[in-house]
């Protein structure tokens, strides 16, 4: 089994009342494909990190790419692993608000609309889902 962590970023289409429905399907999938990671939301924008077996974790994200939810899906990083990091969660989520995101100016800059930030930058991403996660 190859295992990776893929991380990208998107943007919500419609409105938060479809964020407990996300959540709720991410660790049913999850748990069913031994999927760990992290869920990250604020301002309409999703930070995702997703741990597995590669094909399992590129079934998902295909899923994701497809899903109405989802706009701008953009696939930051990928890189293969040894281990999960994130073992504990089968979908770790955090809503974070806008005077929480304020709390980090470093950070605030990659919840842009094109995140051009996270495109020039992608490793941040591992590090914001860890801080901001509170992993």
Do not use: C
């Not at 930051?76 to 304020?102: C, P, S």
């Not at 800059?109 to 509170?134: R, V």
């Amino acid at each position: 089994m190859s295992l990776i962590q893929l991380v990208y970023v998107s943007r919500l289409r419609g409105d938060e009342s479809v964020l407990k429905s996300i959540h709720s399907h991410a660790v049913r999938n999850n748990t069913a494909h031994t999927i760990t990671g992290m869920l990250l939301y604020t301002n309409k924008r999703f930070l995702q990190v997703l741990e597995g077996d590669s094909k399992v974790v590129h079934a998902t994200f295909a899923q994701i790419k497809v899903d109405s939810r989802h706009e701008h899906v953009t696939l930051l990083l990928e890189q293969k692993i040894e281990a999960h990091y994130f073992q504990h969660w089968n979908m770790g989520f955090r809503h974070l608000l806008d005077e929480e995101l304020a709390s980090f100016p470093a950070y605030a800059a990659y919840f842009e609309d094109d995140f051009s930030h996270f495109k020039a930058q992608p490793q941040i991403a591992l590090e914001i889902l860890k801080i901001l996660g509170g992993y």
